[in-house]
């Protein structure tokens, strides 16, 4: 069946339940964004000009928000406890839900069964027939849920799951074996899914896939409004828990800041003021979504303490025409030397509180500074009131951006079928492109490191995204494909590694090798230059854009991408 969009999110609504605040805060959620997501469904079916869509059966289970999960996120609700998650599930429902899907939604394991199939009950039982869907989003709650209920029948059924994972997980942590063997076991990873199925909140490691969330629109009578009524000396915290609030140092800054700003808190407090958060603030206690969007509209500054990490309130901020102020991390934070990121599946690197501000917005919207040189800090908060931005919202974080990016990957990513042989031929320094033939050089020219060019004739016609995206480069040593394919202006591209990962590109590149071996190691493929020894993937699950080592310089598959939609390359659509 045709897919057909949907405006009206009445049937939605009623779907998500009630009874718990998570539930409420959803659907709160839900409606306020409605009228921007019905003209976002228009714009969308109107740029896809009658395309085909798919009807797709789907299953939500939100594993976090289960009783059996243990469910402690409910009862933070209305008391400064995590709001991301739930913020990115009410988005992704409603996209799923506008696109024109047939969609079914759990929060229990009871409904998990019903939906399934499976007989209620504690133990494991097999699904004996054919899965009821198309495909299931659930988390890793939830991922951990089925194992116990669908027992090995999980295996056969599992290339039709999308895991919704805030901070990603890398393929050394999602393959069993190796992450066992290599040191990469974490409470969360080796499910031996393709990595790409692990949808995270932000474009973190291109190995997953973006799925992201929404932030509030605005039009231009409103931007203009909210540039006239800016209060040049008003300051918000980022930060609703008072934990938040306990930073070392905080005194130095803060004063700082309160020499040039009134500043405001939105913190919850159940009598009294918490202890953290000095007089000066004028708290307003934990607000609700639609109250925070009018103080950030009235504010010139939102200024992050380092914690939460990668939240959505900085673009939210963003959005009403703040700028976002954010430590830098020097180191940058990670599973190896944090607390909070230790043992989350993934060695990332988080360069400040909000990598994704810093390096996806940055200037004039965004100042990431050390905390601990006040000199640098009184010299941002200056520049802060000096400098006029307009609203800014990426296009990936409209709701025409995330439907389109969730429609894509709704048509296109199949990891079912088996992947379509290509064909790889009459290696050439030239060649003729055309159609889903690339030919050309598939070779981008870097200033600081020597990649080689190959030109050939390679056929893959389903592939997506097309081969036409594909931009051939070589790393330097220690470098992982993440970071060669962006110096270049591109992305890296796991589902091109396959392409790459033979003895032609090798060839073509015109390494010398001594010895060409097949292993299985994820920063493969890749050579290493002083041993002459060059190194092919025998595990496709393995093909990484974020491995690195000093001593292989790695074959890296970047592709293009849209301008604001980093998840889908130019030909993408
Ligand atoms: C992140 O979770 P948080 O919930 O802590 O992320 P925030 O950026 O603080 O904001 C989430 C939402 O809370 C809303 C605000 C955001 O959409 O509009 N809110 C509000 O309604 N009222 C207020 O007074 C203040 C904020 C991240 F999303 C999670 O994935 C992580 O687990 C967590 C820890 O790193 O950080």
Not at 31 to 42: C, E, H, I, S
Not at 123 to 130: A, I, Q
Not at 148 to 166: A, E, F, N, P, W
Request: aromatic share 10%.
């Amino acid at each position: 069946r045709q897919a057909a969009f949907r405006t009206d999110l009445t049937v939605l609504l009623d779907q998500v339940g009630t009874g718990k605040e998570s539930l409420s805060f959803m659907k709160r959620r839900i409606r306020r964004l409605a009228q921007q997501w019905a003209t976002a469904a228009n714009r969308l079916d109107a740029k896809l000009e009658q395309r085909w869509r798919d009807q797709k059966k789907i299953l939500v289970h939100v594993g976090f928000l289960t009783e059996e999960s243990g469910d402690v996120f409910s009862p933070k609700v209305l008391k400064g406890g995590p709001l991301g998650e739930m913020v990115q599930w009410a988005d992704i429902l409603t996209a799923l839900h506008v696109l024109g899907h047939n969609l079914k939604i759990s929060m229990s394991v009871k409904e998990l069964q019903g939906f399934l199939g499976v007989p209620p009950g504690r133990g494991s039982c097999p699904l004996t027939g054919p899965l009821p869907f198309d495909l299931i989003y659930t988390d890793y709650h939830g991922l951990q849920q089925m194992k116990q209920h669908m027992g090995l029948s999980l295996k056969k059924h599992k290339c039709h799951i999308r895991v919704i994972d805030t901070f990603g997980t890398e393929p050394a942590y999602n393959h069993e074996e190796y992450a066992t063997l290599h040191g990469y076991r974490t409470n969360w990873g080796y499910w031996n899914l393709n990595a790409r199925q692990y949808m995270t909140m932000f474009p973190h490691t291109p190995d997953n896939s973006f799925m992201g969330f929404v932030s509030e629109e605005l039009n231009e009578t409103e931007k203009r409004s909210i540039q006239q009524n800016k209060v040049n000396n008003m300051a918000v915290v980022y930060g609703k828990e008072a934990s938040m609030w306990k930073v070392q140092g905080k005194e130095g800054f803060l004063q700082i800041l309160h020499r040039y700003m009134e500043v405001h808190g939105t913190v919850y407090y159940e009598t009294q003021r918490p202890p953290e958060v000095p007089a000066f603030v004028k708290n307003h206690g934990l607000l609700p979504q639609h109250e925070l969007q009018q103080l950030l509209r009235k504010a010139k500054l939102f200024i992050g303490f380092g914690f939460p990490y990668e939240g959505p309130a900085p673009l939210e901020a963003i959005a009403n025409g703040c700028i976002f102020l954010q430590p830098k991390f020097n180191p940058p934070h990670s599973s190896l030397n944090h607390e909070f990121f230790r043992g989350k599946p993934t060695s990332r690197e988080v360069s400040s509180q909000h990598p994704y501000a810093e390096q996806y917005i940055g200037r004039p919207h965004v100042m990431t500074v050390d905390y601990n040189n006040s000199l640098e800090f009184d010299s941002a908060i200056r520049e802060i009131m000096r400098t006029k931005v307009e609203p800014y919202l990426p296009y990936e974080y409209t709701c025409e951006g995330m439907l389109e990016r969730v429609h894509s990957y709704i048509q296109h990513q199949d990891f079912c079928a088996p992947e379509p042989p290509f064909i790889l031929a009459n290696l050439s320094r030239q060649g003729s492109a055309g159609g889903s033939r690339v030919a050309g050089p598939l070779f981008v020219p870097l200033s600081n490191s020597t990649s080689l060019g190959w030109a050939t004739n390679v056929t893959a016609p389903s592939a997506w995204p097309p081969l036409s995206s594909l931009r051939l480069l070589v790393s330097q040593e220690g470098q992982s494909c993440v970071e060669a394919c962006q110096s270049a202006g591109f992305i890296c591209e796991p589902a091109h590694f396959r392409f790459i990962n033979n003895k032609e590109a090798l060839h073509g590149l015109e390494v010398q090798c001594e010895v060409v071996d097949s292993e299985i190691n994820h920063i493969l493929p890749a050579f290493s230059v002083v041993r002459r020894e060059c190194g092919l993937q025998r595990e496709p699950l393995l093909f990484s854009c974020a491995g690195h080592s000093p001593k292989y310089r790695r074959l890296c598959p970047c592709r293009d991408f849209r301008r604001g939609q980093v998840a889908l390359c130019k030909d993408c659509l």
